[in-house]
């Protein structure tokens, strides 16, 4: 006998104190600010901050999936940590999405502990700041951000035009995931089938 399908809702977490690392997980609507106290807990210096959830008719189903598919990347067996970027599970959660509730979620990430949002904004901003032409990405280029199918294009060494708005990558990245905190820029975009994280680790934190 088959077992009974149960909806809820598969998120993508990351939490700026564990860069390089999402979190995938599931939860019901009703019990999700209960998981996200939970995952705050004393050995995590800051809150978790939802990059992608959507509602699924299979929870269970699609969970088991994520766990499969990026297994080899897993932290920890008793984890559900995984060296990915952010896009690599968004791109999979799409396809299996009866509603996008990501701002929904974020909401309640942001209501864990909003004394907490300057120490993340620090650890956030660490390192020096993405400059296209020292990574090597010549003005012109265009840059996929990964919820969505959307480009904007490199016209300084520090800016891109978004349609008619020329301005940093980091409001705009904030503006299209729809949220109040400063994201972390470059997981969300990548460059010529390359995420800009991996580019601007080997620009500025390459061992040579």
């Not at 598969?10 to 390089?20: C, D, H, R, S, T």
């Not at 480009?151 to 349609?163: C, L, P, T």
Request: charged share 30%; aromatic share 10%; net charge neutral.
């Amino acid at each position: 006998m088959s077992k009974e399908k149960k909806g809820g809702i598969v998120y993508v977490l990351e939490n700026a104190a564990m860069p390089g690392m999402v979190k995938i997980g599931r939860t019901s609507r009703d019990s999700i600010e209960v998981r996200l106290s939970e995952l705050y807990s004393t050995g995590v210096p800051v809150p978790f901050d939802c990059v992608y959830a959507a509602r699924v008719a299979d929870v269970e189903k699609v969970e088991r999936a994520f766990h499969d598919a990026f297994g080899p990347y897993r932290v920890n067996p008793k984890r559900e940590f995984f060296e990915i970027e952010p896009f690599q599970a968004i791109a999979i959660l799409r396809l299996v999405a009866n509603d996008n509730v990501t701002p929904e979620i974020q909401k309640e990430a942001e209501k864990i502990d909003v004394g907490s949002h300057p120490g993340a904004e620090k650890l956030k901003s660490r390192g020096p700041r993405m400059n296209f032409a020292e990574m090597k990405i010549p003005e012109g280029s265009m840059l996929k951000f990964s919820r969505e199918n959307i480009e904007v294009e490199v016209i300084s060494h520090n800016q891109v035009r978004y349609k008619d708005r020329e301005d940093y990558l980091t409001p705009i990245t904030k503006d299209l995931l729809n949220v109040s905190y400063a994201p972390a820029t470059a997981t969300h975009w990548m460059f010529e089938g390359r995420s800009l994280r991996d580019i601007y680790k080997e620009t500025y934190f390459e061992v040579r």
